[in-house]
């Protein structure tokens, strides 16, 4: 098994071959991690949560669920979710820009800025910054279609675990905000298993 931790507030890139699975655990409890992925072949096919919002029919993806590129091609198949099984798939990352929106100090760090760095370092300039698959994060649809923010209901050691399904790049953000409270307080960092 590989253990890859990721400090509060930072985050990891890590290379899966297809077939490989994957666990994003939790490891103390109540952490937001924002999560993306990236076709090894082709880094401007990317994880899509509208794509997969079509592919699956959910707003909420629960194990047995296929989540699919901008191309529609399968890259993460849930295999398993210890969690409450709330992850959302709506809200964009947290960047300076939204930093500064809500009120925080635009230095703050982010998820975004986390992305661009990580990707960069591997030789990719990303343009667009994909909406990520938040792990962890409470923010249920009201019935009248409105969002709320609840603090992330994960307990440490939560994993969620998946397997590649194409040689892709797998990042996560141990997401920094603390607007709307989504990670019940400071963030605590998470740690990425792959076991085979
Ligand atoms: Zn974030």
Same mark, same amino acid.
């Given at each position: 098994?590989?253990?890859?931790?990721?400090?509060?507030?930072?985050?990891?890139?890590?290379?899966?071959?297809?077939?490989?699975? !994957?666990?994003?655990?939790?490891?103390?409890?109540?952490? &937001? !991690?924002?999560? %993306?992925? /990236?076709?090894?072949?082709?880094?401007?096919?990317?994880?899509? *949560?509208?794509?997969?919002?079509?592919?699956?029919?959910?707003?909420?993806?629960?194990?047995?669920?296929?989540?699919?590129?901008?191309? /529609?091609?399968?890259?993460?198949?849930? @295999?398993?979710?210890?969690?409450?099984?709330?992850?959302?798939?709506?809200?964009?990352?947290?960047?300076?820009?939204?930093? &500064? /929106?809500?009120?925080?100090?635009?230095?703050?760090?982010?998820?975004?800025?986390?992305?661009?760095? !990580? *990707?960069?370092?591997?030789?990719?300039?990303?343009?667009?910054?994909?909406?990520? %698959?938040?792990? /962890?994060?409470?923010?249920?649809?009201?019935?009248?279609?409105?969002?709320?923010?609840?603090?992330?209901?994960?307990?440490?050691?939560?994993? !969620?675990?998946?397997?590649?399904? *194409?040689?892709?790049? @797998? &990042?996560?953000?141990?997401?920094?905000?603390?607007?709307?409270?989504?990670?019940?307080?400071?963030?605590?960092?998470?740690?990425?298993?792959?076991?085979?």
């Amino acid at each position: 098994m590989t253990t890859t931790s990721i400090a509060p507030g930072t985050a990891r890139a890590i290379e899966l071959a297809k077939g490989d699975v !994957v666990r994003v655990v939790n490891s103390e409890g109540h952490q &937001v !991690v924002d999560t %993306w992925a /990236f076709a090894a072949d082709m880094p401007s096919d990317q994880l899509s *949560m509208e794509h997969s919002r079509s592919a699956t029919y959910r707003i909420l993806y629960q194990p047995g669920d296929t989540l699919v590129s901008t191309s /529609f091609r399968p890259m993460l198949t849930i @295999l398993a979710d210890t969690s409450p099984g709330i992850h959302d798939t709506l809200h964009a990352a947290c960047s300076a820009e939204s930093n &500064v /929106f809500y009120g925080a100090p635009a230095s703050h760090p982010n998820c975004q800025d986390n992305l661009k760095g !990580v *990707m960069a370092a591997r030789g990719v300039e990303l343009v667009n910054i994909p909406c990520p %698959w938040n792990l /962890f994060e409470h923010a249920p649809v009201q019935a009248d279609g409105s969002l709320i923010d609840e603090p992330s209901a994960a307990k440490a050691g939560d994993y !969620v675990e998946m397997r590649a399904e *194409m040689d892709l790049v @797998l &990042v996560c953000s141990a997401c920094p905000s603390t607007v709307g409270d989504i990670s019940q307080g400071e963030p605590r960092g998470a740690t990425i298993q792959v076991i085979g």
